[in-house]
Each structure stands twice: as C-alpha cells, then as structure tokens.
Antibody
Framework: QVQLQESGPGLVKPSQTLSLTCSVS??????????WSWIRQHPGKGLEWIGF???????DYNPSLKSRVTISSDTSQREFSLKLTSVSVADTAVYYC?????????????WGQGTLVTVSS | EIVLTQSPGTLSLSPGDRATLSCRAS???????LAWYQQRPGQAPRLLIH???RRATGIPERFSGSGSGTDFTLTISRLEPEDFAVYFC?????????FGQGSKLEIK
C-alpha cells in the first residue's frame, strides 16, 4: 500500500506563493498508469481538485485555478510538488496529495494525511 | 461545471440501522462516472465506491452504490460504529471533476 506524505509551510502571507511537496513511499511514481494529484478542503467544506501530473510529465489543472497553479515532479526523489501563486485568505485549506489510476485517472485511491495551510498576514 | 448536491446534510441513526445517502448531479452523467468517499474526523478521505456501484478493494460488502443519470445512492446495509463519518460523492465524467458538499452520518 503506497503511503503519501505532504510537507511545507503551514502559514503563507497573502500575495505570496504556496509551495507543498508530497513524498511517495514506493516507485509507483516512476511507473506508468498513475496520476498524482493535489486536492484541497476548505475548513468545514467539501473537496476541490486542484490538478495532477502524470508520470510522463503531462499535467491537467482545474480551470478555476489553472492560471495560478504549477504541479511538478521529481521521480528520482519520489516526490511531486504544488505551487500556487498570489494566494489570498480564500486559499486557506487542508491540502491533500493523492494518487489515482488504479481504477481511473480521476478516482483517488490513496491519499496523504493532509496539511493545513493558512493564508494570513 | 457539474454541481453535486448531497442529501441529507446530516443523518442520525443507530448502529445496526440501514443508511441511505443521496447525490444528485446538476446534469446527467452519461456514463456512471461517480465515486463515493468516506472521511472520518481528522483523516483523509477513503475511496469506497467507483463507477457508481463498484466497491474498491477491501471495502466491506455492507457498502453498496447505485444510480445513473442524475441520481445516485450510497447504501450502508447495517451500520457499524466506525461507519459514522462524512461521506462525499464525486463525479469524474465532466471536466473538471467535482465533489459534493458531503453528508454527515452521526450516531443517534
């Protein structure tokens, strides 16, 4: 069972860039068939998919965030990352990394525990 | 964007009861591209059901999904104490994929 773990600053100032990294426990990030996503959950709310990167390096982003998001990967380090620019208080949320592909590209079968990111001055 | 509306917002039941949760889509899902997730307090979501009715590996048989078009249902046949949690539906037939706002299943 793959394990995912998010890491990064828990506090970001408005207008700055949010940067998070997800560490993957096995080599599935290097093999085909899996997609690596970021998903967020605003406090007490539902879930919002941010985007994913495929092992080939191709990406897909939620149109609502596309202009501010970059997802990249470093398979040699078994990790992938999220950058979200020009953040505001509306970006305060728990950020999860997740894997999909076992059942379909957008079906998330493994998740990290999540990390709370607060945007505040 | 497809909006998913879940009902009820909160359902109060007892262990051993049957739970029925609903998810309605703002437009028809031409294929049964709908999933259900369980989220216990302080934990990440866990995939229960995909393709509207297919249980993910390791998910107990008491969990079942059904539906098509715009109306989908998650049924838990006999509630165990660990089943009291929040449940989300997700559609992945439209772009972007979207989630419902969640239904909380609480102990009566």
């Amino acid at each position: 069972q793959v394990q995912l773990q998010e890491s990064g600053p828990g506090l970001v100032k408005p207008s700055q860039t949010l940067s998070l990294t997800c560490s993957v426990s096995d080599d599935s990030i290097k093999s085909g068939g899996y997609y690596w996503s970021w998903i967020r959950q605003h406090p007490g709310k539902g879930l919002e998919w941010i985007g994913f990167i495929y092992y080939s390096g191709s990406t897909d982003y939620n149109p609502s965030l596309k202009s501010r998001v970059t997802i990249s990967s470093d398979t040699s380090q078994r990790e992938f990352s999220l950058k979200l620019t020009s953040v505001s208080v509306a970006d305060t949320a728990v950020y999860y990394c997740a894997r999909s592909g076992r059942y379909g590209g957008y079906i998330f079968d493994s998740w990290g525990q999540g990390t709370l990111v607060t945007v505040s001055s | 964007e497809i909006v998913l509306t879940q009902s009820p917002g909160t359902l109060s039941l007892s262990p051993g009861d049957r739970a029925t949760l609903s998810c309605r889509a703002s437009q028809s899902l031409t294929t049964t591209y709908l999933a259900w997730y369980q989220q216990r307090p302080g934990q990440a979501p866990r995939l229960l059901i995909h393709s509207a009715s297919r249980r993910a590996t390791g998910i107990p048989e008491r969990f079942s999904g059904s539906g098509s078009g715009t109306d989908f249902t998650l049924t838990i046949s006999r509630l165990e104490p660990e089943d009291f949690a929040v449940y989300f539906c997700q559609q992945y037939g439209g772009s972007p994929n979207t989630f419902g706002q969640g239904s909380k299943l609480e102990i009566k």
